[in-house]
Every structure is written in C-alpha cells, then in structure tokens.
C-alpha cells in the first residue's frame, strides 16, 4: 500500500452480487495555486478472493464511493471534535 493511503472497508455491486470491499484511498488536499480541488483518490477496490475490482467498478460508482468516504470522514472528525470539548 502506497505512503499515506488509507482503507474503507464497504461493500459493492457488481452485476447484481454484492462484494465486500477494502478500498485504498488517498486524500487530496486542496491546492488552490494550481488548480487542484479537495478530494479522495481511489488507488483500488479489493475483494478477498476477487483481486482489484476498481476495472469493474463504473465512473459514478466510483464518484459515490468517494463521497461515502469523505462523508465517513467527517463525521469521524465531527464525533471526535463532540468528544474532544465535551469533557
């Protein structure tokens, strides 16, 4: 796994079967200097016994497992900050 990539483990489909997933990812910061956006780059898509499924994922499933993540993200770091400032 490359430097700085994280897993999100998550289920998919794929021509009507359900695969659960780990999907390596890294986070892209903005930058707005030159043009780049904050987002989530998808390295792959492992099933156990299937190898790398990102080839058989489509665009938009690809977009929607971005957002799934990001969205875990925050609300992680939103539950951290709750528990951060109220003790």
Same mark, same amino acid.
């Given at each position: ?11 998919? !489909? ?5 695969? !659960? ?17 904050? #987002? ?10 299937? #190898?790398?499924?990102? #080839?058989? =994922?489509?665009?938009?499933? =690809?977009? /929607? =497992? /971005?957002?799934?993540? #990001? !969205? ?5 770091? !939103? ?9």
């Amino acid at each position: 796994m490359p430097k700085g990539s994280q897993v999100y483990q998550t289920a998919v !489909e794929i021509n009507d079967s359900e695969f !659960e997933v780990a999907v390596v990812y890294s986070y892209q910061p903005a930058e707005p200097d030159v043009g780049v956006q904050e #987002g989530i780059e998808i390295e792959g898509v492992y099933c156990e016994d299937q #190898g790398d499924l990102q #080839g058989d =994922l489509t665009e938009d499933q =690809l977009d /929607a =497992l /971005a957002i799934e993540i #990001g !969205e875990s993200n925050y609300s992680a770091w !939103e539950a951290f900050q709750e528990d951060r400032y109220d003790d």
